[in-house]
């Protein structure tokens, strides 16, 4: 039988029996393969290089990145696209301490990343110190991931990958970590037992048939979209989406369902939700945990009507909505398979009265928000002008990437109902994450065999040059991605700060830097197609160009500083989500 990427692997019924196998290696990708990996981030480092190589001769993904954090956030890409683990390999020492925010950005992220930490094995002689590229990596890792432990036997990798594959994908998925020393990676002719994927759980059919009839007896029901989808999971719901025939508020950060941008409104940047939320007397939320961004899913815009609205859920377990406010039903477990679960218990409903107004009042919104944003100056660009017309030229089928702070607020404004697919780091905010989640998940698509399309990566220049060196993967590898790079040479979100609390024309330390940065030219200087625009009239040709390109380009992009820093769309909804003083309670 052969599994995925063509990895040789045991019948079905054989998956929980033992085998001998030439070597670590060896079983380890048979392992991996049957748990669902297809994609390998890693620098080579010697406890992985027999790994590495017989991954590329058994054909899975395995792309080696110029950083190790870049590595983690491509995998985390990756996992969040396809729902399946992603496995990073990692140098030991300033390798897995290198990792540490991609780490806690999966964790965050709720991701099934593998982190295989390369470590020194046990000293023979206790009475030595002094250790070449050693920390105890344990303690360093512990708090960034949800499970982490270390063999030191090769006998016992099966039943640690076993424990740390189980701990990724049951209940909250997220990353886990295995130390492996290198004579656990080096060893030869052990005994091993491969571990079993977990099975997919579905949640009782009592409770599915509850939330149904709430569903069907609401006057008003309404679903709240999170970002905690992956590609299935987002077709499930959209079908469910269509039989219930009810808006659909999106949290920042989820994407809008395929084919449904109609019945989409954006959480707090759009007038049109917060009356929806007004009105609902059932919320049927979907892949997302009710934190501070949605305001508990009590607070601010949930404030009218909370005490006679119901909520049912669709989370991986209870303990995934944190808590924050009662839920009557939760239907936990895989969320596709939940979602098509209470689909076929639902008969197709009837539109709300108001949908059609709801949509025509969001349509336009969106075309007074572009009409003005055209009409603003365009040298330098100001950033609405920026993201009214990328978004505009944007091919449908493309998957966007957010990234950046000022430049993610602007683009919540008017991008919303972009039906490719969205990725951004929401819930750790995690700045740098743009280009590696592009390559990420375009990898991860070519590995299943997806149709090929597009990445926009619509970043700030701050975010931009976390790990612009990973341009140099996107070439490689040859990469439709496409970089519009808003630049004003300074943290655009830190200088509105300072305006916002000093004045506005208050002096912003610490939050400028040079001006004679050109990433059109460091695109270049990569091997990528690099583009420069200092006005609005030079844009469409620029991204029509970029589009039409075969691989990776980068448009430099001269933005107005400060508009980027002053006319920020949704800043009390910004300060808002943090509950703890930046903004009064709401």
């Not at 590229?133 to 640690?160: C, F, N, S, T, W």
């Not at 505009?392 to 490719?420: I, T």
């Not at 519009?484 to 000093?502: C, I, S, T």
């Not at 620029?542 to 800043?571: C, E, K, Q, T, Y």
Request: charged residues 15%; hydrophobic residues 50%; aromatic residues 6%.
């Amino acid at each position: 039988m052969s599994g995925p990427c063509g990895v040789t692997s045991a019948a079905p019924g054989d998956r929980r029996g033992e085998m001998v196998m030439t070597d670590t290696a060896d079983w380890l990708l048979d392992a991996l393969a049957r748990a669902g990996v297809e994609c390998l981030f890693g620098i080579p480092d010697p406890a992985f290089l027999g790994v590495m190589r017989k991954a590329q001769e058994r054909g899975f993904a395995l792309v080696a990145p110029h950083h190790e954090a870049a590595g983690g956030f491509m995998a985390e890409a990756a996992a969040r696209l396809t729902g399946r683990p992603v496995a990073v390999m990692l140098s030991p020492g300033p390798g897995v301490a290198n990792a540490l925010p991609a780490m806690a950005c999966a964790r965050a992220e709720r991701a099934p990343v593998l982190f295989l930490g390369g470590a020194r094995g046990a000293l023979r002689d206790a009475g030595l110190t002094g250790r070449f590229q050693h920390v105890d990596q344990m303690p360093l890792v512990a708090g960034a991931v949800k499970h982490a432990e270390r063999v030191e036997a090769a006998a016992d990798l099966p039943a640690a990958l076993g424990r740390c594959l189980a701990a990724m994908m049951e209940g909250v998925p997220g990353p886990a970590y295995l130390d492996c020393p290198f004579p656990v990676m080096m060893a030869r002719d052990v005994p091993v037992t491969a571990p079993a994927p977990p099975a997919l759980r579905r949640a009782p059919q009592e409770a599915v048939v509850g939330a149904a009839a709430q569903l069907r007896q609401a006057q008003a029901p309404m679903m709240l979209v999170g970002h905690g989808l992956d590609q299935a999971s987002r077709l499930a719901v959209a079908d469910l989406a269509r039989r219930l025939a009810c808006p659909i508020v999106l949290t920042p950060g989820a994407a809008c369902l395929p084919g449904l941008s109609h019945q989409c409104f954006p959480y707090a940047f759009s007038p049109v939700a917060a009356q929806i939320i007004a009105q609902a007397d059932v919320v049927l939320a979907v892949g997302t945990a009710l934190g501070e961004a949605v305001h508990f899913g009590r607070r601010r815009h949930w404030r009218e009507g909370d005490e006679t609205r119901r909520w049912i859920a669709l989370a991986p377990q209870a303990a995934s909505l944190e808590a924050n406010r009662p839920i009557e039903v939760v239907l936990a477990g895989d969320l596709a398979v939940n979602a098509r679960a209470l689909s076929a218990a639902i008969p197709a409903l009837v539109p709300q009265t108001y949908m059609a107004q709801w949509g025509e009042a969001e349509r336009a919104r969106l075309a007074a928000w572009s009409a003005q944003a055209l009409g603003l100056p365009d040298a330098p660009l100001h950033p609405a002008r920026l993201v009214a017309e990328t978004m505009a030229a944007c091919p449908a089928e493309a998957l966007l990437v957010r990234d950046g702070g000022a430049s993610v607020l602007f683009q919540l404004a008017q991008s919303a109902r972009h039906e490719g697919g969205v990725l951004w780091s929401r819930a750790f905010a995690h700045l740098g994450t743009g280009l590696p989640y592009a390559i990420g998940a375009l990898v991860a698509e070519r590995a299943r065999g997806d149709a090929p399309r597009p990445a926009l990566v619509l970043s700030g220049d701050s975010a931009m040059l976390f790990h612009i060196g990973e341009l140099e993967v996107a070439v490689r590898l040859r990469l439709p991605i496409v970089c519009v790079v808003a630049v004003d040479h300074q943290w655009g979100l830190e200088a509105a700060a300072y305006r916002q609390g000093y004045g506005p024309d208050a002096a912003s330390p610490g939050a400028g830097w040079g001006q004679a940065t050109r990433f059109d030219r460091i695109g270049q200087g990569f091997g990528a197609t690099g583009l420069f625009v200092e006005k609005e009239g030079d844009l469409p040709g620029a991204l029509a160009a970029a589009f039409a390109a075969s691989g990776p380009v980068v448009i430099h992009a001269a933005i107005d500083p400060r508009a980027n820093g002053s006319d920020l769309p949704g800043w009390a909804e910004l300060a808002s989500w943090y509950s703890d003083g930046m903004a009064p309670p709401a």
